[in-house]
């Protein structure tokens, strides 16, 4: 069964409003999650780092008040999307290191998002 | 040199044959590394991770690791038309919770 799971599947918003995604991981703790963002037939770019109980870490060129992470606990991290526009319609994936031995990331479903 | 570099074909292949792949990486992202497929508007899933030099089989596919020439491959024996999906190669560093670095990908083809 899946051990990390994305919320919505998809959505549809109108510009200038906001969505949020969840991540969660199910069945064990996350001090990190990752978030990844992939517009159609490109790879999957990291846009930040979620760290449990404090700011995240994102990437050159992503704005950080546009894209607003919380990760409030250790199983959930949320992506809000603000003053969403057109160009951000992507698909959004996340992803949680297992805290287990071993170096597994586990990914979630993914998200999409289209801006109308 | 880009971190996780990979040929993004496309890769044609007839069913049957062996499909390989490939990908090369900076030392940033040098310590493990994942094959993942994605299918059209899903989700990547992990084929296979490799940490040590040398071949890692499972199945129908086998991992190549080279630290030397920071070289990784993926290689699909008896490829079927439902290995047609993009591959993607990843590489991840040695401190901490990092993340994965992915590359373009390569899509590949199994013509039936």
């Known amino acids: 069964g899946a051990v990390v799971s994305q919320h919505p599947s998809w959505v549809i918003c109108k510009s200038g409003t906001s969505v949020k995604i969840e991540c969660r991981s199910l069945?064990?703790?996350?001090?990190?999650m990752f978030w990844y963002r992939q517009f159609p037939k490109q790879s999957l770019m990291l846009m930040a780092t979620?760290?449990?109980?404090?700011?995240?870490?994102?990437e050159q060129g992503v704005e950080k008040d546009k894209f607003l992470i919380n990760h409030a606990s250790l199983t959930l991290s949320t992506l809000t999307v603000t003053s969403a526009h057109p160009e951000d319609s992507s698909f959004y994936i996340c992803?949680?290191?297992?805290?287990?031995?071993?170096?597994?990331?586990?990914f979630g479903e993914g998200s999409w998002l289209t801006v109308v | 040199q880009k971190e996780v570099e990979q040929n993004s074909g496309p890769l044609s292949v007839p069913e049957g044959a062996i499909a390989s792949l490939n990908c090369t990486y900076s030392?940033?992202?040098?310590?493990?590394f994942f094959w993942y497929r994605q299918y059209s508007g899903k989700s990547p899933e992990l084929i296979m991770s490799i940490y040590s030099n040398g071949d890692k089989e499972d199945g129908r596919f086998t991992a190549q690791l080279n630290k030397a020439s920071q070289y990784v491959s993926l290689l699909i024996r008896d490829s079927q038309p439902s290995d047609s999906a993009t591959y993607l190669c990843a590489g991840r560093g040695l401190a901490g919770n990092t993340p994965l670095v992915f590359g373009k990908g390569t899509r590949l083809s199994v013509i039936a």
């Open positions: 979620s760290n449990e109980g404090s700011k995240a870490t994102y």
């Open positions: 069945d064990f703790q996350a001090t990190t």
């Open positions: 030392d940033r992202v040098s310590q493990s």
């Open positions: 992803s949680v290191p297992w805290a287990g031995a071993g170096n597994t990331i586990y």
